[in-house]
């Protein structure tokens, strides 16, 4: 007979084969221990422990911290965006991940625990990171003479490249981690949900940017142009480049 938290306790214990984790075998065997939980006299209970007592200890510390998180957030984002409607058109995008990390979990047969809420949240980053930058690229295409109609086409082209390319090479890096029993759920997590969201960023950013501005699409910015090189002065006539004396 043991103590714990101050009360006499018996403890079970065992081992789990390998790629099972623990929380998923003990939610599995926790329904099944129903029967015997309710014919269990007064002062008598049952308590899970372990990995799982562990695990849900870290969601809680998430929970807790995960106000704060999104504030930090969201701070950040208004001063790189410094307008509250681009802020939410960033934001709106983040659970776009959900459906790709859902359909990655289910087709890899991982669970959804503690590593992989941090996969998600992680995610999360990623894809407004992307959106940060295409709603970036709009809004100086914008400012340098473009209508907002040819800004959104514009500057999803130019950076559909990038933005893929930065996707693959993360998901390229997740894949020695795809095989983890315990870091294998948050690998899955940020392959699957950030490769559906970024075809999905490309395609529902730019119309979700259209409908929101849909009553200035025709606007243009002021046509910002660069200013000219001052030439320097030889004998009162300006003096000519170097490439168009050499012709």
């Given at each position: ?47 899970p ?5 562990e ?21 950040l ?21 959900i ?20 996969g ?37 082209v ?22 983890s ?20 960023t ?46």
């Amino acid at each position: 007979m043991w103590r714990r938290n101050r009360d006499m306790a018996i403890t079970v214990r065992t081992d789990v084969v390998d790629g099972v984790q623990a929380p998923d075998v003990t939610n599995q065997i926790w329904p099944k221990l129903k029967d015997i939980r309710d014919k269990l006299e007064p002062a008598y209970r049952i308590e899970p422990g372990g990995a799982f007592e562990e695990s849900a200890k870290g969601n809680a510390s998430i929970f807790i911290l995960f106000p704060v998180m999104v504030m930090v957030m969201l701070t950040l984002l208004m001063i790189q965006l410094q307008s509250f409607s681009r802020l939410t058109l960033v934001f709106l995008t983040a659970p776009l991940g959900i459906v790709g990390a859902s359909l990655g979990l289910n087709v890899a047969n991982q669970p959804f625990g503690f590593v992989a809420l941090l996969g998600l949240i992680a995610l999360a980053g990623m894809i407004m990171r992307n959106t940060v930058i295409l709603v970036d690229q709009i809004e100086t295409d914008v400012a340098h003479g473009l209508t907002r109609r040819e800004a959104i086409v514009e500057a999803t082209v130019r950076r559909a490249r990038p933005v893929v390319l930065t996707a693959l090479a993360a998901i390229l890096a997740m894949i020695p981690l795809s095989r983890s029993a315990f870091w294998g759920p948050m690998a899955i997590t940020i392959m699957g949900g950030l490769f559906v969201a970024t075809f999905l960023t490309l395609l529902y950013l730019p119309g979700l940017y259209a409908l929101w501005f849909r009553k200035s699409l025709e606007e243009s910015g002021a046509g910002e142009q660069p200013a000219a090189a001052p030439q320097h002065q030889v004998g009162g006539q300006p003096a000519f480049p170097l490439a168009e004396a050499a012709e």
